[in-house]
């Protein structure tokens, strides 16, 4: 596997509350993804990255931020958390191309009550 | 917007059936990938295919992408309860100078042993 850690790997957290998933890579890759995951609809893109400080929406950004500072890091930032981003967010790692294979983490389990 | 749709959403078989599940686009696709996620796992690349009628094998995996490169399937012959898990057809659409990878919904194979 790619080199793709996330963190935490689950969290609980209440309604109201910001919430900031981490995504780590070692493979210098350019772009980065942040995908999230239920049942019925798939994988549906958050944000994306294609280079420090270079960001852009996804199909579902509504609630969500995002910043990278650095080649290795992709941070998602839930400004007030909701019960309708109870989900699995799955960051992804691409190459140059934007379009080529992509490589995920592990997955973060995130619960909001 | 474009999307990529992907059917059926379920299947569900006897160990030694054969499988297929099908992808299609209403935009030609420049490329089409393909993913398997295992139960309580991330998403990993299998394939990828780039050109107009292309088949490849991966073993008992067999990929095709149709010659309009609007459609693609996966057949898996003899299933075998390994190949239990989501599989996701990804596209590749070209929009000016930028590339956006598209998710079908994936098909969830269960293999009744």
């Known amino acids: 596997d790619a080199g793709i850690t996330q963190s935490p790997r689950h969290k609980v957290t209440e309604t109201g509350t910001p919430v900031t998933l981490r995504c780590h890579q070692t493979e210098n890759h350019r772009y980065m993804y942040w995908y999230r995951q239920d049942p019925g609809h798939g994988l549906r893109l958050i944000h994306y990255s294609y280079g420090v400080k270079d960001t852009d929406k996804g199909e579902v950004s509504d609630g969500y931020s995002v910043s990278r500072s650095k080649t290795e890091d992709f941070l998602l930032t839930l400004e007030s958390a909701t019960s309708s981003q109870t989900s699995v967010y799955f960051c992804?790692?691409?190459?140059?191309?934007?379009?080529?294979?992509?490589?995920f983490g592990p997955g973060t389990r995130l619960l909001v009550l | 917007g474009q999307q990529v749709m992907q059917i059926p959403q379920y299947q569900h078989v006897q160990e030694g059936e054969d499988f297929t599940t099908y992808c299609n686009s209403s935009t030609t696709l420049s490329n089409i990938q393909w993913y398997k996620q295992r139960p309580g796992g991330h998403p990993v690349f299998l394939i990828q295919?780039?050109?107009?009628?292309e088949v490849k094998k991966q073993k008992r995996l067999t990929f095709q992408f149709g010659e309009a490169k609007k459609n693609s399937s996966l057949h898996i012959t003899a299933t075998q309860t390994t190949d239990v898990g989501t599989y996701f057809c990804a596209g590749l659409i070209r929009g000016g100078s930028n590339y956006k990878l598209t998710f079908g919904k994936g098909t969830l194979l269960t293999v009744n042993p």
């Open positions: 295919l780039v050109k107009s009628g």
């Open positions: 992804a790692i691409s190459g140059n191309g934007g379009g080529e294979t992509q490589y």
